[in-house]
């Protein structure tokens, strides 16, 4: 490579760097929906069911697979991922760990509520805050991405509100969305720079409360408290295994290569990265990209085991039944958006917690329908809402890197005993849901284990000083 070619310029630049890595997982859509197309074989019908995804609401859960075809659903996802590198090229900002987890929490939730058309009013709403604040578009082109949170009520307003069926779009939906696009851009900054005072860092979807909190609100204003009825928009598929495993299992592998590549050894390094606690960091920074790309890999291939191996446990008519989770677009985009905070606190040694908590509160339910105590059981590790929750959870993994591994158990099976009630807050029109509830879990932890726990350096260092002694 030539000294001071385009490439190089790039490699040399940390925030460049980050911003063609993420150019790349975005070219990888666009080939994952022409080979998504060949796979199905109804690459024909791939713009019409992107167009399919664009023009319908998007409250939770609609499963875009089903919805626009499984190629259709990677262009949507790939637009969307477009849209997100457009916007920091353009606005000149400076991309790092944040900017990674904005980006994959946008193009995450484009397989099962985020659509090309739905972010548009969010991405207009921040750069009018921009302009009331006198401040470059690039220093909040982050918050721009987070605001997409809100996508459902957008694409409510756009082609359904205030009916129970789409009508399309008219122009008084657009001007609505926004219009809501602007409040939201301009109200969810200053509430995301105030909630870490709630979950302390603790919760690494830091976002996420601050849209909850902002869902709720708008969610009263606009159904609620004038009493129109809520729409539902549940619709699932049975997936698509072999292609979701084969497209990010590829993806992960090249990511360890491209660490390999770019810093010869690096690998070694990322021992003292999993020995790290993930709060308040930046592993861009800290650790380097090569580092980071090692553990985008690693910890991606450790997702991809857990939704591959995990399996619901199911009491059924006197007998256990055990169901496998199906990779649908709402499975996809949990894998994304778990695959977030990669850059920023996120990796197998203190997520592995987090699922065994999980796993031991899926109990509950369970023993309630073999007891008797319930007539069915609510469910099981492979209920959708619950892999999808399982995906936000895993935002507490600085509780165990803090705290160790039993305080991260018990965040998990906290988490997934409240993650299927907060929906009836905000109707299913907040995407950040379950990073939703893991604030809630934090700011409900965090203070306890402090006073009855210390942090794992705390303890660390008094059981070295009860050795000296």
């Known amino acids: 490579m030539k000294k001071g070619s385009l ?29 998504a197309g060949l796979y199905t074989g109804d690459a024909d019908r791939i713009i019409p069911g992107f167009i399919t995804i664009c023009s319908r609401p998007s409250q939770f859960t609609m499963d875009y697979f089903e919805l626009g075809t499984l190629g259709g659903a990677f ?27 904005a980006y994959w929490l946008t193009v995450g939730f484009a397989t099962f509520g985020m659509t090309f058309t739905n972010i548009w009013p969010f991405f207009f709403g921040t750069w009018i805050y921009s302009r009331i604040k006198k401040v470059k578009f690039g220093t909040v082109a982050n918050l721009a ?36 696009g602007v409040f939201v851009g301009c109200v969810l900054p200053p509430l995301i720079a105030h909630v870490p005072n709630l ?21 009263c204003v606009l159904y609620r408290s004038p009493g129109i009825e809520v729409p539902t928009n549940t619709y699932l598929g049975d997936g698509c295994r072999s292609f ?45 990209i090569p580092v980071t790309l090692i553990n985008m890999g690693t910890y991606g291939l450790f997702i991809m085991l857990y939704y591959n191996i995990v399996h619901g446990m199911v009491y059924d008519g006197g007998s256990i039944v ?19 905070f990669v850059a920023q606190g996120a990796q197998p040694r203190t997520v592995f917690p987090i699922a065994v908590g999980y796993a031991l509160a899926s109990l509950l339910p369970f023993f309630a329908a073999y007891t008797g105590l319930v007539e069915t059981q609510n469910w099981n590790l492979c209920t959708q809402a619950i892999l999808v929750g399982m995906c ?5 993994a600085p509780i165990t890197g803090k705290y160790g591994f039993f305080a991260g158990t018990a965040a998990g099976a906290i988490h997934a005993t409240l993650v299927m009630s907060v929906p009836l807050w905000h109707g299913g029109f907040c995407l950040y849901n379950g990073g939703f509830t893991a604030g809630i879990v934090a700011a409900l932890m965090v203070p306890v284990l402090d006073r009855y726990m210390g942090s794992y350096e705390e303890r660390i260092a008094k059981k070295e000083l009860s050795r000296k002694k």
């Open 199 to 219: 979950h302390l860092g603790f919760d690494l979807y830091g976002a996420a409360p601050a849209s909850g909190f902002l869902a709720f609100f708008i969610y």
């Open 244 to 288: 979701v495993n084969v497209f990010f299992v590829s993806i992960f592998l090249l990511c360890i290569a491209a660490g390999n590549i770019l810093e010869r050894g690096c690998h070694r390094r990322y021992r003292d990265l999993l020995r790290h606690h993930g709060h308040k960091t930046d592993f861009t920074t800290e650790f380097g």
């Open 7 to 35: 490439l190089s310029g790039y490699l040399e630049d940390p925030s460049k760097t980050v911003w063609l890595i993420l150019f790349c997982f975005t070219i990888a859509f666009f080939i994952g929906a022409a080979a």
């Open 75 to 101: 262009l949507n996802t790939a637009m969307v991922g477009l849209a997100c590198n457009m916007m920091l090229l353009v606005s000149g900002a400076h991309c790092n760990g944040l900017t990674v987890a």
């Open 392 to 396: 936000f959870a895993s935002g507490l």
């Open 145 to 180: 991405m987070f605001a997409t949170s809100m996508g459902p009520f957008a694409s409510e307003l756009m082609v359904r509100y205030p009916g129970l069926e789409a009508h399309g779009f008219t122009v008084q939906g657009v001007l609505a969305a926004t219009a809501l």
């Open 322 to 340: 055990f169901t496998s989770a199906k990779f649908t677009g709402a499975t996809m985009g949990a894998i994304m958006c778990m695959f977030a």
